[in-house]
């Protein structure tokens, strides 16, 4: 049995151009996008790295030798000074657009939590313009079994969310759009990266019914489509880390 398990490491080694120090939990396969040049790359990519499965809440990374993909740096903004902004947050996010919930009250409430914001600039739609695209990280990643950091466009201004344009952006279940536009965004972390310089976005979820799925999309002439599924699989022996 372990000359076999070994056999199946060293090829796995070669396909990743991964060398182990001890043995990781398990690997990506792809359920979509098998022809895609890209989604073979990316999950290529995941599977270069030891530990994949543990990390996956907080981000994807990009291993450096595979240079067609790239990253912006998501940046933290001060909250505070962006009032108008959070306001438009609680109320799309955290309230089901129901005014009366976006007390003064409740905004203190907010802006003390450990709840932070981060931004990138980026095309997300692929149409040669740049977006302003706000992460909402739900708490601290990895210091909370409530998490998740779903993501949206802004206006130029950074006082309103674009909620057409954001629309594109949130792939979660949806109960019932006209009172929670959002969705079901818990456990719902998501990315963003760029391959040859198209715009992809990504959502791992720790949902119990979503959970060991990774989903890739993309955004073009506005139609957004899922291009990539990934499916973590876990080495014979091996146990859900958590």
Known sequence: MKPIFGAIMLLLCLLTETSFGFDPLGYFTLTKGTSSEMCVAYVRNLNSFFEIRRYMSCDRR???KFTDFSEPTWQMIDKWE???LVKHIILFFDNSNDPKFASPSELEDWLNTSIS?????VDIDNDKS???IIRYNLHSCGAS???ASP???VDDQMESIDVEATRHLLQNPSWNKSKDPAGGWFDAMYDVFLYK???YFDKWSDNFHQKGYLHVFTTEQGATQEVCTLKFE???GEEEPY
Do not use: E, H, S, T
Not at 117 to 121: A, K, P, S, T, V
């Open 130 to 132: 740049v977006d302003l």
């Open 62 to 64: 990009l291993n450096p």
């Open 117 to 121: 914001l981060d931004l990138i600039r």
């Open 82 to 84: 962006y009032i108008k």
């Open 234 to 236: 876990f080495y014979p």
């Open 197 to 199: 310089g198209q715009a």
């Open 145 to 147: 079994q409530v998490y």
């Open 151 to 153: 993501i949206m466009v």
